[in-house]
């Protein structure tokens, strides 16, 4: 597989497929997947504190013989770790659980805490190379604002729910306005039977002689998302990479877009951040 390869709205190159590690709590298990990853031609991976397996991650970077330089690693800090000081401590840790020097992407994991204290550190990191680029995850329009009203630095990505569910079609509008992509997490609906039983997913799935799920990673494709579709499974790890032999035309895009519905996770925002704010990470290890 060789990915599209975007810029970022700070010049830097990110490649639009990755490889994600979510559920994936074991490190030996995450290195195990991301080396896999890495055979098939996949050269960005996604990971978080709280996945707990970003030493599993640094591993297999460390072990596949690729320069570090030609690897797109992304990680993400947690609510307890956001504000002035105690980003900038989350930052050393993350890289010290990594054994890399720097990670080319930081993204604040949620809305939750002082996420604008978070984004003052985080910009320090990117101005002493401990980060490369600098984004957000699950922020909605008002958190986007808040951002935008203290940054200097401007995110160059918002990783969302984003699946033919929830196209995220109104937060798109407002990431262009300062050049900043979608990231999907996701991207598939995590196999909802439903979403998979689509009749027009199902009907274009024949047409091109493809299963259901890489229509949709097709679908995202050319809506110009950013996706890293997870799977520990090799098969399906390779079968979310062979998507770029076959287009889908504008007018089965459409269609797909009219599948819209309310998201499958967060429809039910504030419940879910509440939940999100029960739950911490160690700023010990």
Excluded at 53 to 68: D, M, T
Excluded at 88 to 95: E, G, Y
């Amino acid at each position: 597989m060789e990915s599209p390869i975007l810029e970022m709205n700070n010049k830097l190159k990110i490649p639009q497929v990755g490889f994600g590690v979510f559920l994936i709590k074991d490190n030996d298990e995450a290195e195990k997947c991301c080396l896999e990853a890495f055979k098939l031609g996949y050269r960005h991976i996604d990971t978080a504190h709280l996945y707990g397996n970003e030493k599993g991650v640094g591993e297999a970077i460390r072990k596949s013989g690729i320069p570090r330089e030609q690897i797109f690693l992304t990680s993400k800090i947690w609510h307890n770790e956001c504000g002035e000081g105690v980003t900038a401590k989350a930052i050393d840790r993350m890289l010290k659980r990594l054994n890399l020097p720097y990670v080319d992407l930081l993204l604040i994991h949620w809305p939750v805490g002082d996420y604008c204290g978070a984004w003052k550190d985080m910009e320090k990191a990117v101005e002493s190379g401990k980060v490369k680029s600098i984004g957000l995850s699950n922020f909605k329009k008002k958190n986007l604002d808040d951002i935008l009203k203290i940054a200097k630095i401007m995110p160059v990505v918002d990783q969302v729910e984003c699946h033919p569910y929830a196209p995220c079609d109104d937060l798109r509008k407002e990431l262009d306005k300062i050049n900043c992509y979608i990231e999907a997490w996701s991207p598939i609906g995590r196999g909802k039977a439903e979403l998979l039983n689509e009749k027009i997913l199902v009907d274009l799935g024949k047409k091109y002689n493809k299963s259901v799920p890489q229509v949709i990673l097709r679908w995202h494709i050319q809506k110009g998302n950013i996706i890293f579709p997870k799977s520990s499974n090799p098969a399906h790890i390779k079968e979310n990479a062979n998507i770029f032999d076959f287009k889908l035309t504008k007018e089965e895009v459409e269609q797909i877009d009219g599948l819209k519905r309310d998201p499958i996770y967060t429809a039910k925002w504030e419940e879910k951040l509440e939940n999100i704010a029960s739950r911490f990470v160690s700023l010990e290890d």
